[in-house]
């Protein structure tokens, strides 16, 4: 069964830093594309970053500067670093995964960030 398991929000000041973790178990996730979403309260899911397997990455243009995504295929894991983070960055952070045409999916962590 596969699980991908995030970890590292919480709450957080304008300006401030999170680091996100997201473990993927149950598969051999060394070709997916993995990465991350975001859903804020009233809206839809909308992609963060996602690295390949090779290494490309695609970042929302809304972080890109501030967000760097990275992987460590022989820990099956993924990685967000958040700099300078911003009131709007505040949403539930889905990790995510797509291998041999599967998408999978976490149960989400929440960032918030406020004073």
């Known amino acids: 069964q596969v699980q991908l398991v995030e970890s590292g929000g919480g709450l957080v000041q304008p300006g401030g830093s999170l680091s996100l973790s997201c473990v993927a178990s149950?598969?051999?996730?060394?070709?997916?594309?993995m990465g991350w979403y975001r859903q804020a309260p009233g809206e839809q899911r909308d992609l963060v970053a996602i690295?390949?397997?090779?290494?490309?990455?695609n970042y929302a243009d809304s972080v890109k500067g501030r967000f760097t995504v990275s992987r460590d295929s022989a820990k099956n894991t993924v990685y967000l670093q958040m700099n300078n983070l911003k009131p709007e960055d505040t949403a539930v952070y889905y990790c995510?995964?797509?291998?041999?045409?599967?998408?999978?999916w976490g149960q989400g962590t929440q960032v918030t960030v406020s004073l």
């Open positions: 995510y995964a797509r291998d041999f045409g599967q998408n999978y």
């Open positions: 149950g598969n051999d996730f060394n070709g997916a594309v």
């Open positions: 690295m390949s397997s090779g290494g490309s990455t």
